[in-house]
């Protein structure tokens, strides 16, 4: 079993920033890609972007261009820095762990509220 446990997560003003983090715990680390996720109210989860295993990252069009992912092996953690934030961007934020021969994400955080003012 993997634990994740998201924080960084509040009430910010249009065009400010945010990090949020994402603590693993219960297994290594380093084996697993890291996602990052979010769901608006009335809305379906959808893909922020993800660091692999490896260390490669991939951003979906949600977060390509204001986000920025990035993962420390030696602390469990992922990152999501955000930028230039919207209200658009008001959703909760969900972080998840796939094994990385798997093709979905087995595990998931309890999820961090982020809220833009405009």
């Known amino acids: 079993q993997v634990q994740l446990v998201e924080s960084g997560g509040g009430l910010v003003q249009a065009g400010g920033s945010l990090r949020l983090s994402c603590a693993a715990s219960?297994?290594?680390?380093?084996?697993?890609?890291m996602g990052w996720f979010r769901q608006a109210p009335g809305k379906d989860r959808e893909s922020v972007g993800t660091?692999?295993?490896?260390?490669?990252?991939y951003y979906a069009d949600s977060g390509k261009g204001r986000f920025t992912i990035s993962r420390d092996n030696s602390k469990n953690t992922v990152y999501l820095q955000m930028s230039s934030l919207k209200p658009g961007d008001t959703a909760v934020y969900y972080c998840?762990?796939?094994?990385?021969?798997?093709?979905?994400?087995?595990?998931w955080g309890q999820g961090t509220q982020v809220t833009v003012s405009s």
């Open positions: 219960g297994r290594t680390f380093s084996p697993y890609d």
């Open positions: 660091v692999r295993w490896s260390g490669g990252i």
């Open positions: 998840g762990a796939r094994y990385y021969a798997a093709s979905r994400y087995d595990y």
